[in-house]
């Protein structure tokens, strides 16, 4: 079953509480909160407590995709405002190790994103330490980008390292960037299991038929 995640980041900012409001009803999984710090990537967004804020519109699985350089000094605070799914960057954080145990220690699922030039031997050995790795298909940092098909090879060589070690089923595969109906579809070919999809969601005509079919629906 294909989960979808939609990302905030293209929603209206004036009524994030409305666009998050939107989304049960329109058949999303997930809801994708992108918080980018203005130095790990060229961009900055928001952080917990806006994630807070937004946290009683819905019941919905919180998946927080942290793109901020040294991720630990935030966890805690992202437990508070309510993210279920904490994923942090392999490539911003050098004891990742650390960081995801402290991640489930709080009672969070515990995701590891990879920039599209990271090679997939870089979680080799975290793999027993997460809940969900993140591909990044596009350069993190803004919504709207086109998706670098070599970055989602990775999908494939992911999911065989998983299998491998007997975790194919307890570990979830994201797909971040440039995600819409045609890509989504060489996603799932390649064997992930959770889409986030920023502009082919939030600039639909009919948002609810478009997540149908980034689901294969
Ligand atoms: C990019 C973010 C993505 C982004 C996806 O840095 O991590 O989640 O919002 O947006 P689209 O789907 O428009 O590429
Ligand atoms: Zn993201």
């Not at 203005?38 to 967004?45: E, K, L, Y």
């Not at 998706?147 to 194919?168: D, H, S, W």
């Not at 799932?188 to 639909?204: C, D």
């Amino acid at each position: 079953m294909i989960k979808i995640a939609p990302s905030i980041l293209s929603a209206d900012y004036a009524s994030l509480g409305s666009a998050v409001d939107a989304l049960k009803p329109w058949g999303a999984d997930y809801v994708h909160l992108d918080v980018m710090d203005g130095a790990f990537v060229p961009n900055i967004t928001f952080g917990a407590p806006m994630v807070k804020a937004l946290r009683s519109h819905t019941d919905l699985v919180f998946d927080a995709h942290l793109m901020v350089d040294e991720p630990s000094k935030w966890v805690q605070d992202f437990k508070a405002a309510g993210a279920d799914i904490l994923t942090i960057h392999i490539e911003a954080d050098r004891h990742a190790h650390r960081t995801l145990q402290l991640i489930r220690s709080l009672g969070m699922k515990a995701g590891i994103a990879l920039n599209p030039q990271t090679p997939p031997e870089a979680i080799e050995y975290l793999l027993e330490a997460v809940d969900l790795i993140l591909i990044m298909t596009v350069n993190p940092g803004f919504g709207g980008q086109r998706f670098i098909p070599e970055a989602a090879k990775k999908i494939a060589v992911i999911r065989k390292m998983l299998q491998e070690k007997g975790l194919a089923g307890k570990v979830e595969i994201e797909v971040d960037g440039g995600v819409n109906a045609e890509t989504a579809r060489i996603c799932r070919e390649y064997g992930a299991n959770v889409l986030v999809a920023g502009n082919a969601v939030y600039s639909a005509p009919d948002p609810r038929e478009m997540i149908g079919r980034l689901r294969g629906e």
